[in-house]
């Protein structure tokens, strides 16, 4: 009974370039949520999408990110332009339905050099 | 827009003493009110949740209370142990909309 899978854990990537994460919901869970990391601090709400659909972006910056999560396959975080602030820990969690316990994947680390 | 607040930012007690977090939020349309335990490097661990129609929750060690009128949860954790050593978040959902507010976190330490 796999949990919420992402990848990957660990990301390297150059200011400018673009840095692609992936999120594989738990199985059954039709809701997904992005939530970034600083270090030292909690986790912010950036983008909320079910299948084929965003239902709310307004904590994803309007410039240079986008996420989806497609009728098949996992579910994508996209930066483009990566700049160092964007250095942090993004979190996906999945839950069965609106109200319903979020669960974790294990993070991607994105570090920008 | 809902806001949470989190105190205390640090929390150090001795193994088998009670730690308490508490949580307030301002968004009186919440209805759900998750804790979650995060070790370092790892991923946020749902351990309790509680929804708006009442108002003490247990799950052995750990209960969590909410007092909807005055917007305050509380985390409770009995006979502490080191590996209950952790940041522990509080979070709102907003609204019915589905994403969670975060508190800024407690970081407990259990002192052998």
């Known amino acids: 009974n796999a949990g919420v899978m992402q990848n990957p854990r660990h990301l390297v990537r150059r200011r400018g370039q673009e840095a692609r994460l992936r999120c594989s919901p738990m199985?059954?869970?039709?809701?997904v949520y992005w939530y970034r990391q600083l270090p030292e601090e909690g986790l912010k709400f950036m983008v909320y999408l079910q299948k084929e659909n965003i239902i709310d972006e307004s904590g994803m910056p309007k410039e240079r990110f986008s996420a989806e999560f497609p009728k098949e396959g996992p579910s994508i975080l996209r930066i483009q332009q990566v700049v160092r602030g964007d250095s942090a820990a993004y979190f996906c969690?999945?839950?069965?339905?609106?109200?319903?316990?979020?669960?974790f994947g294990d993070g991607t680390r994105l570090s920008i050099l | 827009g809902e806001n949470v607040e989190q105190h205390p930012s640090t929390l150090s007690v001795q193994e088998g003493d009670s730690a308490v977090i508490k949580c307030t939020y301002s968004d009186s349309a919440s209805n759900y009110f998750p804790w979650y335990k995060q070790e370092l490097g790892k991923r946020p661990q749902l351990i309790i949740d509680?929804?708006?129609?009442?108002g003490e929750k247990k799950d052995q060690r750990i209960a969590v209370t909410l007092n909807k009128t005055a917007k305050h949860f509380s985390l409770h954790i009995t006979e502490t142990q080191p590996e209950d050593s952790a940041v522990y978040f509080c979070?709102?959902?907003?609204?019915?909309?589905?994403?969670?507010?975060f508190g800024k976190g407690t970081k407990l330490s259990v002192k052998p």
């Open positions: 199985k059954g869970h039709s809701h």
């Open positions: 969690a999945s839950s069965l339905g609106d109200n319903q316990p979020q669960h």
């Open positions: 979070a709102a959902i907003r609204g019915s909309q589905g994403n969670l507010i």
């Open positions: 509680i929804r708006s129609n009442v």
